[in-house]
């Protein structure tokens, strides 16, 4: 994920998968959104997460976009 400005300027998403979505339309979701939790949220609260995802949950892919090494 890029960051500019507090937003989220380009975001990439790999792995491996359980779910048929393609993760590009997440990826589209956040792109441009203020990198807030409350933000993200909002940008993805109209998703299905499972649908691109498998059993990951909403809160379980807002924790992995705050996620810091």
């Keep these: 994920m ?3 400005d ?3 300027a380009d975001i990439k998403i790999y792995g491996d998968f359980f779910g048929v979505g393609d993760v590009a339309d997440i990826e589209d ?3 441009g959104k203020r990198y807030e939790e ?3 949220r909002k940008a993805l609260s109209s998703i299905d997460v499972k649908h691109y995802f498998g059993n990951l949950e909403m809160d379980d892919l807002v924790g992995l976009v705050f996620l810091e090494e």
């Design 29 to 31: 979701a956040l792109r």
């Design 6 to 8: 507090g937003h989220i």
């Design 38 to 40: 409350a933000e993200v």
């Design 2 to 4: 890029n960051l500019k």
